[in-house]
């Protein structure tokens, strides 16, 4: 996992203009793309978003959210999502109990949870097939069900609260 990480990023690195414009040795490069991947280690979650890079590159902060979660005892946590984040990210940078062994591949369904608000639920988009897989194994699947990695922070959904199930597989 480490290893295509490493050369995923040395690949953007070397498709950047910057980079491009110049003429260097593959020493050089490897350098380069070791650097562009050590900068990325500040963030401390995985990242399925290009919203961590880019907001390194010069551009401004992206724009937050309000999210609350909802534990199974009722408590309540409000947090503030960048734009682009996916909320299993937003509940891993913010210590909420929220699993997501797979690390957002949609390979289970430990990031299950549960939209409160149907106007909410309606503005998110329709899940795919390989989404609604995985929710089939989820416990206490409801109607506006989904998996927190799929869903990702975006303006509309500002004020969007989230209920975590009593339990995940």
């Known amino acids: 996992m480490f290893i295509s990480k490493f050369f995923r990023l040395g690949a953007r690195a070397m498709r950047s203009p910057a980079v491009r414009a110049r003429t260097f040795s593959s020493a050089v490069s490897y350098s380069m793309a070791h650097n562009l991947y050590l900068k990325t280690?500040?963030?401390?979650?995985?990242?399925t978003s290009a919203a961590k890079l880019d907001?390194?590159?010069?551009?401004?902060?992206?724009?937050r959210i309000n999210?609350?979660?909802?534990?199974?005892?009722?408590?309540?946590?409000h947090i503030s999502v960048p734009e682009g984040f996916s909320m299993l990210e937003a509940a891993h940078d913010n210590d909420i109990d929220l699993e997501?062994?797979?690390e957002g591949t949609m390979a289970c369904s430990t990031c299950h949870v549960i939209v409160t608000d149907?106007?909410?639920y309606n503005k998110?988009?329709?899940p795919t097939d390989e989404e609604l897989d995985m929710l089939d194994l989820a416990f206490g699947l409801t109607k506006t069900s989904r998996l927190g990695c799929q869903i990702i922070a975006k303006r509309e959904l500002d004020g969007?609260?989230?209920a975590l199930p009593a339990a995940t597989l």
């Open 67 to 77: 999210v609350t979660f909802v534990d199974k005892d009722g408590e309540e946590k």
């Open 124 to 126: 998110l988009p329709d």
């Open 41 to 47: 280690q500040r963030h401390a979650s995985f990242c």
């Open 55 to 63: 907001s390194e590159e010069g551009e401004e902060e992206p724009k």
């Open 100 to 102: 997501g062994a797979c």
């Open 118 to 120: 149907v106007d909410q």
């Open 160 to 162: 969007l609260r989230l």
